[in-house]
């Protein structure tokens, strides 16, 4: 089942933060989160499992409320590199399971 | 690290060929992931490979198939072309889990 992603998109000034969630109405193993410019492929930025911690690494970080099987990342103090779209994919088992995206949230970042 | 490479980066094909699609896993990667991308959607999962055997599959057809090498290199095969399966096609390897995937840029499938 599609994890459902909010908000679809959002438009931000250089350094302002933002908030990207992911839910999932089934019980999950992981949740990876990438990043895919117009024409690049996706990349990585990090991966959360269940009964992990927090993961961040330097303006960007995400959490996975296990609980309520929402994960939200976390964009602080915007860049302008930081625009395009953010997608995140779950995976229920820790096997063979693929990822199953989400439909993605458009990050625009303006100087 | 070389990355994980695609060929072609363009295809246009006509409904009811077949058609092969390459990629080049990361040095290192022992597991190699196929993906659907259509135009302003989330990848789809077509199939998984792991040390040349399929184990893990989504909701495609039979008629996708796949191959991977001793190398861990990769071929998706799609017989019987039709227009729906015009998309971005994704080839994506990790080492054993749980690490993210790395993804290569791609093959842009027409299909006419």
């Known amino acids: 089942q599609q994890p459902v992603q909010s908000p679809q998109a959002v438009i931000l000034r250089e350094g302002e933060d933002a908030v990207i969630n992911c839910s999932s109405s089934?019980?999950?193993?992981?949740v990876h989160w990438y990043r895919q410019k117009h024409g690049e492929a996706p990349v990585f930025l990090m991966i959360?499992?269940?009964?992990?911690e927090q993961k961040g690494h330097d303006k960007i970080s995400a959490s996975f409320n296990e609980k309520k099987q929402q994960s939200s990342l976390y964009l602080t103090a915007s860049q302008l590199s930081y625009s395009g779209t953010y997608f995140c994919?779950?995976?229920?088992?820790?096997?063979?399971?693929?990822?199953?995206f989400g439909k993605g949230t458009h990050l625009i970042i303006q100087p | 690290e070389t990355g994980v490479t695609q060929s072609p980066t363009h295809l246009i094909k006509t409904r009811g060929q077949q058609v092969t699609l390459r990629c080049s896993s990361q040095?290192?990667?022992?597991?190699v992931s196929w993906y659907q991308q259509a135009l302003g959607q989330g990848p789809q999962f077509i199939f998984q490979?792991?040390?040349?055997?399929?184990?893990g599959r989504g909701n495609f057809p039979p008629r996708f198939s796949g191959l991977q090498f001793p190398n861990y290199s990769s071929e998706l095969n799609v017989n019987a072309l039709e227009l729906d399966d015009s998309a971005l096609y994704l080839c994506?390897?990790?080492?054993?889990?749980?690490?993210?995937?790395?993804f290569g840029s791609g093959t842009r499938l027409t299909v006419v």
């Open positions: 994506a390897s990790s080492s054993d889990r749980p690490y993210g995937y790395t």
């Open positions: 089934k019980a999950l193993y992981s």
């Open positions: 959360l499992l269940k009964g992990g």
């Open positions: 994919g779950t995976q229920r088992g820790g096997g063979a399971d693929g990822l199953t």
């Open positions: 040095s290192g990667h022992n597991t």
């Open positions: 490979y792991y040390r040349e055997e399929e184990n």
